[in-house]
């Protein structure tokens, strides 16, 4: 998923990954043009996955 997609459907995604994971908080999933990277970060922390999983889950969402 390209950076301008996720952008453009983050809120859908955002409530989908909630409605998933009850323990995501909204500071994990803030989304912020240019932190990807760190946005990845919190959430591997918190799910225990890699970045990789987590991309891919995020792409069939």
Known sequence: M???QLKGTWLEIKGK???KYAKLT???LTY???KEE???GRLQKRLGR???QIRKE???L
């Open 38 to 40: 760190e946005m990845l």
């Open 32 to 34: 912020m043009e240019g």
């Open 17 to 19: 990954l909630k409605q």
């Open 2 to 4: 390209s950076k301008l």
């Open 26 to 28: 909204d500071d994990d």
């Open 58 to 60: 995020i792409a069939t």
């Open 50 to 52: 890699t970045k990789d």
